[in-house]
């Protein structure tokens, strides 16, 4: 399978817990980037990575939140002390540059209890 | 802000008429334009994208794009069952996309 990979693809966790999702982008995308979609909403966008670079974070990713892509391959978003208002799914999406078709993974389904 | 407005839906149809999905921009910046279908848990799948004014055909699928009143469509024609979904209309100019909230389709036997 070559496409966008994500895990978990679904995660359960207590409030104040921290939980980690991880995105494996098609082989040879240089652009990594994460949004977010809940129930009704169309996906939003949350930060993005050329190579190993995080070239913007939007205003809806708090100080909770903290993505990285320290190879320039796969990334990792972390979310710290989660809240209920943090369920959600979490969509990853890679391209081969800038302006380039956005593919997207299976995303990782967040629920906070 | 960039904006992307979409009627929510649902949009009923019967099986083989034409479906006319609608979007409205806000950033008249914005370059690129894609068409990306949703089902039901799933994530989000592209269909199309257009990046020049005017009409571009992909097999059932057509995308139409006027830059000037900031307005781009999806057609599919010959409705099928299997194409009800919720239709995200995304933009972008120069990285990062800006999705409307999406057009349910519903497509009845």
Known sequence: DTGVSQNPRHKITKRGQNVTFRCDPISEHNRLYWYRQTLGQGPEFLTYFQNEAQLEKSRLLSDRFSAERPKGSFSTLEIQRTEQGDSAMYLCASSLGDKETQYFGPGTRLLVL | ?109
Not at chain 2, 62 to 84: E, F, G, H, W
């Open chain 2, 1 to 109: 802000q960039k904006e992307v407005e979409q009627n929510s839906g649902p949009l009923s149809v019967p099986e083989g008429a034409i479906a006319s999905l609608n979007c409205t921009y806000s950033d008249r910046g914005s370059q690129s334009f894609f068409w990306y279908r949703q089902y039901s848990g799933k994530s989000p799948e592209l269909i199309m994208f257009i990046y020049s004014n005017g009409d571009k055909e992909d097999g059932r699928f057509t995308a139409q794009l006027n830059k000037a009143s900031q307005y781009v469509s999806l057609l599919i024609r010959d409705s099928q069952p299997s194409d009800s979904a919720t239709y995200l209309c995304a933009v972008t100019g120069y990285s990062t996309l800006t999705f409307g909230k999406g057009t349910m389709l519903l497509v009845s036997p």
